[in-house]
């Protein structure tokens, strides 16, 4: 009898999984660890719904991918068994490198290293454990197999991952400028020259999607108070790392998380420890920011509680940059409000810069293929909406602070 076995996914309905090397990575404690942190971040914090975790997103997109597998075979584009099976795996496996809070603490916990260098090393890992059976699945998850739309379908503007992340993130907020035409986006795909290319019938829902990810980005990624909060917790890590280092015992509420905050070396310390890596999850930050509420710090204890209460600092968004005299300003006012030295100012009022660009031409373009058999890209197209002077990225510069009323 063939394996199978279905979830019932809020998005898609039910997700097959018709493998039984699929199944038992599915099983590993390094991808069930996903279930542990939030693909949102603290995006729950505006949007009460987006509690969906990172195994949610890679169980969406390794659906939207044998959809879009099954579409390229029905066009006779030539893939074999073993191939589809990889290409499975590596988008199940894509994100299992991200750290606790995903983004929100990428360059904080583990400052050194990339999720994605992280994600290649538990391929890795696993690919031992499976006795080489993820050998193809890691070529083509680091591109360098000969089909490069296989690893397009993974990894492009114009990936599965994309398509899913827009789509679930769009339904567990509520954020209606998310929504994308995903389904007739996949109908539309082909491949030219060993290249991804969608058909010209679906240039409109390309823009769409690229129209989507861009005010998906302001509306609920970059939200001021998501910025606001995620800025919270990444100013808590940097103080619980200066203090984990003079303090004796144990810090936070794991010894597990202790040895990330004491470590100077986080690459060679993931590398060397890569198990103990795949245990650390947003529950080991949730609980010590619980504990250290009521550490002794001022600076850990008051962001620690402001955070866990929502009491989260206020956020000015603008097109220029701040003027280094208007934050010194309210610095001074914070400092005197709040009975602060010079060190611990920075951790209650500081700028910084949000960045988001709709399409970048230069990095694994969105191809359009037209009847008469030419490939354009799609801000080439005279009659599009994606056009040169949307390329570039916009910035807004933000300042948060707290109030002192």
């Not at 997103?57 to 579409?71: D, K, P, T, W």
């Not at 073993?82 to 290409?87: G, K, R, V």
């Not at 929504?179 to 390309?206: F, P, Q, T």
């Not at 597990?256 to 198990?275: H, M, V, Y």
Request: proline share 3%; hydrophobic share 40%; charged share 25%.
């Amino acid at each position: 009898m063939k394996f199978r076995k279905i979830v019932n996914d809020p998005v898609y309905g039910f997700i097959t999984f018709d493998d039984a090397l699929i199944y038992d990575i599915l099983s590993h404690p390094f991808y069930q660890r996903l279930r542990r942190i939030h693909q949102m971040a603290l995006a729950h914090l505006v949007y009460p719904g987006a509690v969906h975790t990172r195994l949610h997103h890679s169980m969406g997109a390794y659906h939207l991918m044998c959809e879009a597998l099954q579409e390229l075979k029905s066009k006779n584009i030539e893939i074999t068994a073993e191939e589809e099976q990889a290409a499975k795996i590596a988008i199940l496996l894509h994100d299992v490198g991200h750290g606790p809070f995903s983004h929100a603490l990428e360059h904080v916990l583990i400052e050194d290293v990339h999720h994605e260098e992280i994600s290649l090393l538990i391929f890795e890992h696993l690919n031992k454990e499976f006795n080489g059976k993820l050998d193809l699945a890691i070529r083509i998850f680091k591109g360098t197999y000969h089909k490069q739309f296989l690893h397009q379908l993974i990894s492009s503007q114009l990936d599965v991952d994309r398509m899913d992340y827009l789509t679930r993130d769009s339904f567990y907020s509520g954020v209606s400028e998310g929504v994308i035409g995903y389904d007739r986006i996949i109908k539309m795909m082909a491949v030219y020259n060993n290249e991804l290319v969608v058909e010209e019938k679906a240039v409109y829902s390309i823009e769409k999607f690229l129209v989507a990810r861009r005010l998906m980005y302001w509306q609920a990624y970059l939200h001021k108070a998501v910025l606001s909060a995620e800025n919270m917790l990444v100013k808590i890590l940097e103080r619980a790392k200066q203090l984990a280092k003079k303090e004796d015992g144990l810090f936070s509420s794991t010894p597990l998380l202790d040895e990330f905050l004491r470590t100077t070396q986080p690459s060679a310390f993931i590398k060397a420890n890569l198990a103990k890596f795949c245990e650390l999850d947003d529950y080991d930050v949730v609980a010590s920011v619980k504990k250290w509420m009521h550490h002794p710090d001022k600076v850990l204890s008051t962001l620690s509680e402001w955070l866990l209460n929502r009491k989260m600092l206020k956020t000015k968004l603008q097109m220029q940059p701040f003027d280094p005299a208007e934050v010194r300003l309210m610095q001074q006012k914070v400092q005197q409000y709040l009975s602060l030295n010079e060190e611990e100012i920075g951790f209650f009022v500081f700028n910084g810069i949000a960045e988001n660009r709709m399409y970048n031409p230069g990095n694994e373009r969105i191809n359009i293929l037209f009847k008469d058999g030419t490939v354009r890209d799609i801000s080439e197209i005279e009659y599009g909406l994606i056009h040169k002077a949307i390329e570039s990225p916009v910035k807004k510069f933000y300042l948060c602070h707290p109030s002192t009323k």
